[in-house]
């Protein structure tokens, strides 16, 4: 397990920002999503909680406490170690506006998963391209079973149409068809396709199963940072085998359970940016140039 934690530890802390407190939550939610867990999952749920419990403010603590509680089958080494934390202090999960009136707790709730889910997927785009592919195996060790994203037919239908909108060099018609058949919020749809990296368009062609020769043609493609470089693309077919479809669907959920959030706050017209590319150098969505495609 060594190797594990190697991974997540880069992952907590990027730029600078505290990302513990998020990815515990994530981890929890995503974990009594599942009414029972084997022997493994179990285990691999109870070590990344045991470490992240350790790092993380009280309020996380006595959020992480309460959704363990109510779900009533947490690990026993798990809740014994958040007792121990909190100790004998009152914290509040959520902070309450009005004591006379306290917000629903389905309510509250919901826009807690929301706000972890958003800023999950935040970490994922903003991460470099070995801390997405940790970012990939964590997910892929997490316990929720999630179904397909689409039947068989609709997949193969929906990955005719993204093929077609890469081939025409369309990237607004791209980012209409993964919004529209895949559920995926219009601002993570614009950030796959401007993503300089590549590793979000993995995750959409591994959860609806897409062939790795297409995979290829729409990096190649859809968009110069990444079609320009063969050698990139390679690398990309690469971690794509190595995927699995299980952290591809984990990851599209985080995404289509946040992005209502992001949505609520983007102003109209506005064109999501990679995160990792300096403001002066951010552009709209454009057309990529034929003569830009690699050779």
């Known amino acids: 397990m060594a190797s594990k934690y190697q991974d997540f530890s880069g992952l907590v802390r ?9 990815l515990l939550r994530v981890l929890t939610d995503l974990y009594v999503q599942k009414p029972a867990h084997d022997s493994q999952e179990e285990k691999h749920f109870t070590e990344l909680a045991l470490r992240l419990i350790e790092e993380v403010d009280d309020r996380t603590l006595a959020t992480t406490a309460a959704r363990l509680d109510a779900y009533g089958a947490a690990p026993p080494a798990v809740m014994r170690r958040l007792a121990v934390r909190l100790g004998d202090r009152a914290v509040r999960a959520e902070p309450v506006a009005d004591e006379a009136a ?31 592919e940790a970012l990939f195996r964590q997910l892929d060790a997490l316990s929720a079973v999630l179904p397909p994203l689409l039947a068989a037919d609709d997949a193969k239908a929906a990955t005719v149409r993204l093929e077609a909108a890469a081939l025409k060099g369309r990237p607004f018609e791209f980012v209409r068809e993964l919004e529209q058949s895949l559920g995926i919020p219009r601002p993570y749809s614009e950030k796959i396709v401007t993503d300089t990296s590549g590793e979000p368009m993995l995750a959409v062609a591994r959860a609806i ?15 110069p940072a990444i079609g320009t470089s063969v050698r990139r693309v390679f690398d990309l077919t690469a971690c794509y085998e190595r995927l699995s479809e299980q952290a591809a669907l984990r990851l599209i959920a985080l995404w289509r359970h946040g992005g209502a959030r992001h949505a609520a706050r983007a102003p109209v017209g506005a064109v999501a940016a990679d995160p990792r590319v300096p403001p002066a150098q951010r552009q709209p969505l454009a057309t990529p140039r034929r003569d830009q495609r690699a050779s």
């Open 14 to 22: 990027p730029e600078g920002v505290d990302m513990k407190p998020t």
């Open 102 to 132: 306290p917000a629903e707790p389905a309510a509250s709730t919901l826009e807690a998963d929301r706000a972890a889910a958003a800023e999950f997927s935040d970490l994922f785009f903003a991460a470099e391209a070995t801390q997405r």
């Open 209 to 223: 199963a897409m062939p790795v020769d297409i995979v290829q043609r729409i990096l190649l493609l859809l968009n």
